[in-house]
């Protein structure tokens, strides 16, 4: 039996935090080990105890201290075959570049030495401010950045000046991510903004796009990240995904955008899910 690849997830504090529990979920699904990480802010968007569910393990909050491990930051940089930052917000990215260590999650990222995966998190605003892109620049010659965007996203005007910029500047190194599922706050997408032929409208943009049509099968996902990008520019990666997959009782229903579950709800979840 090949050995489990273990990943450590760390969860900073933007709007979508809540997406980083069905990134655990999907992990464990496929046989990975999971360790979750949080920042002090993650906490005021999404519970531990939703992690400790979905994961069997204890959660590191970012004041963690444990008596018989002194040396915790290095235990778990030591323990994990790879980190994924997911989401991470203006303020970690900026972390992340100057080595900066003031609480857990930054000072494992410190002493971790194999491969870091950031999956940045913000408003278009933010995300095109100088001094997030100057971040961004010097980060890219070290490694992809992967930034993870909902279909709601694509009604933006902002969302598509960004992809101009970074289209212009030849940023190869930009992944985008897009969560396909037709589902945004109180509606369904299509009835109203919807995205026709959304591969066309980014590919006009000047941006490599892999349409990946069905965004549950991780075969499919792994294969659109290995593909080689000939024409040296950003790409966009489109993940046709249902809302609330695998749970009969909450898919493509609008409600769920932005929601937490009650514990009734947790119970039937986890009965579908298989925990």
């Known amino acids: 039996m090949s050995k489990k690849i273990k990943i450590l997830l760390g969860v900073t504090g933007g709007i979508a935090a809540y997406k980083s529990a069905?990134?655990?979920?999907?992990l464990i699904k496929k046989n990975y080990l999971v360790k979750v990480v949080m920042t002090r802010t993650?906490?005021?968007?999404?519970?531990?105890?939703?992690f400790e569910t979905l994961t069997n393990e204890k959660v590191y909050p970012y004041n963690a201290v444990e008596k018989d491990s002194p040396m915790l930051h290095i235990d778990l940089a030591r323990?994990?075959?790879?980190?994924?930052?997911?989401?991470t917000t203006a303020e970690f990215l900026s972390k992340i570049l100057h080595g900066r260590a003031d609480d857990m999650l930054s000072t494992i990222c410190l002493a971790y030495d194999k491969?870091?995966?950031?999956?940045?998190?913000?408003?278009k605003n933010m995300w095109a401010n100088k001094a997030t892109q100057e971040n961004y620049k010097i980060l890219k010659k070290r490694d992809k950045i992967y930034v993870l965007i909902s279909d709601g996203e694509c009604q933006e005007g902002t969302t598509w000046e960004t992809l101009l910029f970074a289209a212009k500047h030849k940023l190869e190194n930009l992944i985008i991510l897009i969560d396909y599922n037709k589902i945004q706050a109180l509606s369904k997408l299509n009835d109203a903004l919807p995205l026709h032929n959304l591969v066309k409208k980014i590919q006009s943009f000047n941006?490599?796009?892999v349409d990946v049509k069905n965004g549950h099968n991780f075969s499919s996902i792994l294969k659109?990240?290995?593909?080689?990008?000939?024409?040296?520019?950003?790409?966009?990666?489109?993940?046709?995904?249902?809302?609330?997959?695998?749970?009969k009782e909450f898919e493509n229903d609008p409600v769920w955008h932005a929601r937490?579950?009650?514990?009734?709800?947790?119970v039937i979840a986890k009965k579908r899910l298989g925990f």
């Open 79 to 87: 323990w994990a075959d790879i980190i994924l930052i997911a989401p």
């Open 224 to 247: 659109s990240f290995k593909l080689k990008n000939k024409k040296k520019l950003p790409t966009a990666i489109i993940f046709n995904t249902i809302k609330g997959k695998g749970v």
């Open 42 to 50: 993650a906490e005021d968007f999404i519970t531990p105890l939703t």
């Open 207 to 209: 941006i490599n796009c």
């Open 22 to 26: 069905e990134i655990a979920r999907l």
């Open 260 to 266: 937490k579950l009650s514990k009734e709800e947790l």
């Open 115 to 123: 491969k870091l995966v950031l999956a940045p998190s913000m408003n």
